[in-house]
């Protein structure tokens, strides 16, 4: 595939235990967008190989010399690696070469076609666009996280596992100083990067369609099949990935994709059983989760009607 200027870029930030996760998510995003005016980023600290078939589709991985960055910066690390920040770097690095940028997960499956118009979807005077967290789908009116700890009287706390970010905007706020500048002030925090984001803009961002960052597919899996999200956030554990080994409640044809492309690719996390479908919960948990859904369906429904045009957000 011809690799041309494009000013807008599609990227994630792994090491090398995601990385075959993030490719799964970058081919579904290739294969929805063969004409694109976007660029596929896998963004690391450390060269990670891209197989062949993958690269003829435009994927790419750009290492980035800004590991003493991190380092120097004394992030602290919980469940997450040190390379959750990097994206928070990604903006300024890329100023020069990107106009807007969307960020995504490596635990995201990414079907649809509009990626080209979403990435041009109007922020208003805002740095980046997201979803907010799940937590908030049930809560919306409660502070809450880091928001509650400190007294923050904002109710839109986003969900970072994507962000649509316009550079420029970014830069003119000078986000990585205020958030780094939050970390000093009070390095007790929730949620990594997501955190930072949130306590440096205090609900001041554009919000998106759940379409964009559709964070429970394992809960609401009947839901996620009827509406389909064009970005599902795996969030939660276990990862379809997982499935061979932990019963989930995950679609089985998400389970099969990812079983048949890291074993198409001879990626590691191949499934060491098959199991078509993955291993599937008891009775009695199945009737839970199909008990959970109609009594959600209603909240979930009220959700998905706030945006009715899913490249339209609320700013």
Request: glycine content about 4%; overall charge positive.
């Amino acid at each position: 595939m011809t690799v041309t200027a494009h000013r807008k870029a599609l990227v994630f930030c792994v090491d090398r235990a995601e990385h075959p996760f993030a490719l799964f998510a970058a081919h579904g995003a290739a294969r929805s967008s063969p004409d694109r005016d976007f660029d596929i980023l896998i963004c690391s600290l450390d060269p990670l190989d891209i197989p062949p078939a993958l690269a003829q589709l435009g994927i790419r991985n750009a290492v980035l010399p800004l590991k003493p960055a991190l380092e120097q910066a004394n992030l602290p690390v919980k469940w997450l690696p040190l390379i959750a920040y990097l994206r928070l770097w990604l903006p300024d690095h890329f100023a020069d070469r990107y106009d807007r940028l969307l960020y995504a997960d490596a635990d995201t499956g990414i079907t649809t076609p509009l990626l080209s118009r979403f990435l041009e979807t109007d922020l208003g005077p805002h740095p980046l666009g997201a979803v907010v967290d799940k937590a908030q789908w049930i809560r919306p009116n409660t502070p809450i996280h880091d928001f509650a700890d400190r007294g923050i009287d904002s109710t839109r706390f986003f969900n970072s596992g994507v962000l649509l970010i316009d550079t420029a905007r970014w830069r003119a706020r000078d986000m990585l100083a205020r958030m780094l500048a939050a970390k000093d002030a009070n390095p007790n925090f929730h949620f990594h990067d997501q955190s930072l984001l949130n306590i440096a803009l205090r609900g001041s961002f554009a919000e998106l369609s759940p379409y964009w960052n559709w964070q429970w597919p394992q809960r609401f899996a009947r839901f996620t099949r009827q509406k389909a999200p064009g970005i599902v956030h795996f969030t939660s554990r276990p990862k379809p990935w997982h499935a061979h080994e932990t019963p989930t409640t995950y679609a089985p044809e998400v389970i099969a994709a990812y079983q048949e492309f890291l074993e198409a690719h001879d990626l590691p996390g191949k499934f060491t059983v098959a199991r078509p479908g993955g291993l599937r919960p008891g009775p009695a948990r199945q009737i839970a989760v199909f008990a959970d859904h109609y009594v959600s369906l209603p909240m979930l429904n009220r959700l998905f009607a706030r945006f009715p045009d899913p490249l339209r957000a609320i700013i």
